[in-house]
């Protein structure tokens, strides 16, 4: 389910901050990870838990922003990762 996908990718988010943001923060409309506090450091430690987890690789040279919650899943979603399309 997309709730599902939503929440999963908010528990990593959290994760990679190490707790300097909250799921309720992450998963606020409009919600922007930079603004968060998200760095680039705790960017590439979230791409990393995405791919582990969803057993894809993302290149984040190209032109698809990754800087949502929303963004993330529409990039999982292009990718057919697994419990991302339900």
Same mark, same amino acid.
């Given at each position: 389910?997309? &709730?599902?996908?939503?929440? &999963?990718?908010? #528990?990593?988010?959290?994760?990679?901050? /190490?707790?300097?943001?909250? $799921?309720?923060?992450?998963?606020? $409309?409009?919600?922007?990870?930079? /603004?968060?506090?998200?760095?680039?450091?705790?960017?590439?430690?979230?791409? #990393?838990?995405?791919? !582990?987890?969803?057993?894809?690789?993302?290149? @984040?040279?190209? !032109?698809? $922003?990754? /800087?949502?919650?929303?963004?993330?899943?529409? @990039? @999982? &979603? &292009?990718? !057919?990762? $697994?419990?991302?399309? /339900?």
């Amino acid at each position: 389910m997309e &709730r599902e996908l939503y929440h &999963r990718l908010a #528990d990593l988010i959290v994760e990679v901050s /190490d707790g300097a943001v909250t $799921p309720a923060d992450v998963l606020a $409309p409009g919600a922007c990870l930079t /603004d968060l506090g998200v760095g680039s450091l705790g960017l590439l430690r979230l791409i #990393d838990a995405v791919e !582990d987890e969803y057993g894809l690789s993302i290149d @984040l040279s190209g !032109d698809e $922003p990754v /800087d949502s919650l929303d963004e993330l899943a529409a @990039l @999982l &979603r &292009r990718q !057919d990762a $697994p419990a991302a399309g /339900d």
